[in-house]
């Protein structure tokens, strides 16, 4: 009984990290040791042909954003452009805004990140008009 | 970056005088970060200093605790004569089944 929960716990948390986001698997991103491990490129490449779907709904894109941030890694500013932007196809400006609060969030103590991602993403913010949360005094209590 | 430092070297080149100390501006872009993996370099460093933490403090508590403790019993009961106990409770009559010698 210890051995299947600790199968369970195992199995969960692989699924947790390697979770495609189509959630129609390719074999390589399933959870298994063996099999070809996915480069960082890959993986940025997959979510920003996610994000890039021209027809993504909205439930895809909470999905996605939320799949994302359970990763242990800050996303990168061209898959999060892709997100804003399909922020933008879907007339969404507060989840626009909340991918900002939440890749701050996600530096957690590594306060460097955040300004670097902003400066990368202000020409799509700028195009976009999408506001920081900075700009818009949301971000203190 | 690169043309602020020539801008300076031309300006000491022509007016030697002077001189014009070439400063990093604020405009220059930040570098990218480490993204990923952080809370595995976060575990991987604070996971092992957890576990010994806590093995010292259980080895802490039982040499300073329970092994006094036991000993502390074992001590008591080495030289337990229970017979004269007994007779000592007896005479002070709180058996209901055998009374003091008294009565």
């Not at chain 1, 195992?10 to 390719?26: D, E, K, N, Y």
């Not at chain 1, 996303?75 to 933008?88: G, H, V």
């Not at chain 2, 993204?35 to 259980?58: D, Y």
Request: proline content about 6%.
């Amino acid at each position: 009984m210890f051995r299947s929960a600790v199968r369970l716990t195992c199995s969960g948390v692989r699924s947790l990290t390697r979770t495609r986001p189509q959630f129609t698997a390719p074999l390589a991103a399933r959870g298994y040791s063996h099999g070809k491990q996915e480069t960082d490129e890959e993986f940025d490449a997959r979510w920003v042909t996610y994000f890039n779907k021209p027809d993504i709904d909205a439930w895809e894109l909470r999905k996605g954003m939320n799949t994302l941030i359970g990763y242990d890694l800050v996303p990168e500013p061209k898959i999060l452009e892709a997100a804003l932007r399909a922020c933008r196809r879907l007339n969404d400006l507060a989840s626009a805004i909340r991918i900002l609060e939440a890749v701050k969030d996600k530096s957690g103590p590594h306060k460097e990140i955040y300004p670097y991602l902003i400066q990368e993403l202000r020409p799509t913010l700028d195009e976009l008009g999408i506001a920081t949360p900075e700009e818009l005094g949301i971000d203190k209590v | 970056m690169d043309t602020s430092r020539r801008l300076g070297q031309t300006i000491n080149s022509v007016y030697s005088p002077l001189s014009v100390k070439v400063v990093s501006v604020m405009t220059m872009s930040l570098p990218k970060p480490v993204m990923r993996g952080l809370l595995s370099k976060r575990l991987r460093f604070h996971l092992p200093i957890a576990f010994t933490l806590s093995v010292v403090a259980a080895a802490v508590f039982k040499y300073t605790v329970t092994e006094p403790r036991k000993q502390a019993y074992a001590d008591f009961y080495k030289q337990y004569d229970a017979m004269k106990e007994f007779n000592a409770m007896k005479e002070a009559g709180i058996f209901e089944s055998v009374r003091p010698s008294g009565e």
